[in-house]
Structures are given as C-alpha cells and as structure tokens.
T-cell receptor, first 110, second 114 residues
Framework: KAGVTQTPRYLIKTRGQQVTLSCSPISGHRSVSWYQQTPGQGLQFLFEYFSETQRNKGNFPGRFSGRQFSNSRSEMNVSTLELGDSALYLC?????????FGPGTRLLVL | AQSVTQPDIHITVSEGASLELRCNYSYGATPYLFWYVQSPGQGLQLLLKYFSGDTLVQGIKGFEAEFKRSQSSFNLRKPSVHWSDAAEYFCAVVTQGGSEKLVFGKGTKLTVNP
C-alpha cells in the first residue's frame, strides 16, 4: 500500500496570509491526525478526524482548523499566519491505534 | 495528564557499539507505547510498539524495546549501531479511551561516530 502523502512539501508564506495543507491517508485508514513540530515545543497534537468528524482537538488557537472528506483525505488550514507558525506539519493516518506518518509539510512564515 | 520523558537530549556512540535510549511515561494505566525515528527533513517512521503481552518487543532495523511497568519505562535498545542509525528518536504514548492522540517525548538525537 502507498504510504501517507502530504502536499505541498514546502511552503513559504508571509505574516497575515492563510495556508491550506493536504494529507492523503493510507488506503483504508479512516482516522487522520495532524501534529506540529517545532524545535522549541517538539511534537504537538493539533487535531484528529475520523469519518469526517473531528474527534479530538489539541490546545491551539482557532486560527488552526481542519476537515476531512468522505474519501478520508484531510486538509488543515491556518489563517492569519504568524511567525511562530513556522514549523513542520505532520499528518498521520491510522486504522486502530497505530499511527503512520507522512513526510510532512515544511511551512516558513516570513 | 499523560507525559513522556526522554532524559537524554543527545547521545553519541561509536559504530558497532550498543545503544540504549531511555523513555519514561506518566500514565495511570498501561498505555500503548511507541518508538518512532526521524531522519533530517523527514517524517516519523514507526520502529516498534507495545500494547500488551510479552514485555520485550522486536522492531524494524534490529531495534528492540522492553516495557517495565514497575519503572514506567520503555527503553529502546540495539546491540550494534550502524552509521545509518544516526537520527532523532521519539518515544510516544497513546491515551486510551476512544481517540488516539499521541503524546511525544522531546526526542533523543543520536550521533554515530565512525
């Protein structure tokens, strides 16, 4: 099976803009989770979607949102970008407890 | 709240030497435990996992980990390190009860000297 794919791999934005990241899970996986990775805070959970419903949410401001489509593909959106949003955004899919990660999207906010 | 501690931020070993990376967790019950590895600029690759049963679990790339309930530990080991093992290693725990949210340690960066 193909692994988790994320697009785009790299992104440069300026403060105040918004960005949408995409994640395609492993075929058959219905759960998709998003994580933010920064040198200072490490890996932090953003949210989890299961069958198009947000099942869990981390401690991030409302500027961070997501959704899941009927084919399990997921997008996350960050509005009004801040410099501190520069990070590696990782998507993981699972069918059960074990999560499998994509390569990530590297976002740089200038 | 659940937490994971990886006491060693950076470890350096020589190629061919043995390796042990430490991980301690804080959780009321037995959690689901994982080790992931991340090469520079890459995503996380699952090395191994523990759910229940035999406390010594085998993973990919010659890694193993041992769950010790009395010490709330899940240490990762490898008998002989290869230069390609240089990467960052993350221990993680999943909270039980319906939603699978991974809680990660801060990671241990492994450097391998030739």
């Amino acid at each position: 099976k193909a692994g988790v794919t994320q697009t785009p791999r790299y992104l440069i934005k300026t403060r105040g803009q918004q960005v949408t990241l995409s994640c395609s899970p492993i075929s058959g996986h219905r759960s998709v989770s998003w994580y933010q990775q920064t040198p200072g805070q490490g890996l932090q959970f953003l949210f989890e979607y299961f069958s198009e419903t947000q099942r869990n949410k981390g401690n991030f401001p409302g500027r961070f949102s997501g959704r899941q489509f009927s084919n399990s593909r997921s997008e996350m959106n960050v509005s009004t970008l801040e410099l501190g949003d520069s990070a590696l955004y990782l998507c993981a899919s699972s069918e059960g407890v074990t999560q499998y990660f994509g390569p990530g999207t590297r976002l740089l906010v200038l | 709240a659940q937490s994971v501690t990886q006491p060693d931020i950076h470890i350096t070993v020589s190629e061919g030497a043995s390796l042990e990376l430490r991980c301690n967790y804080s959780y009321g019950a037995t959690p689901y435990l994982f080790w992931y590895v991340q090469s520079p600029g890459q995503g996380l690759q699952l090395l191994l996992k523990y759910f229940s049963g035999d406390t010594l679990v085998q993973g990919i790339k010659g890694f193993e980990a041992e769950f010790k309930r009395s010490q709330s530990s899940f240490n990762l080991r490898k008998p002989s390190v290869h230069w390609s093992d240089a990467a960052e290693y993350f221990c993680a725990v999943v909270t039980q009860g319906g939603s699978e949210k991974l809680v990660f340690g801060k990671g241990t960066k492994l450097t391998v000297n030739p």
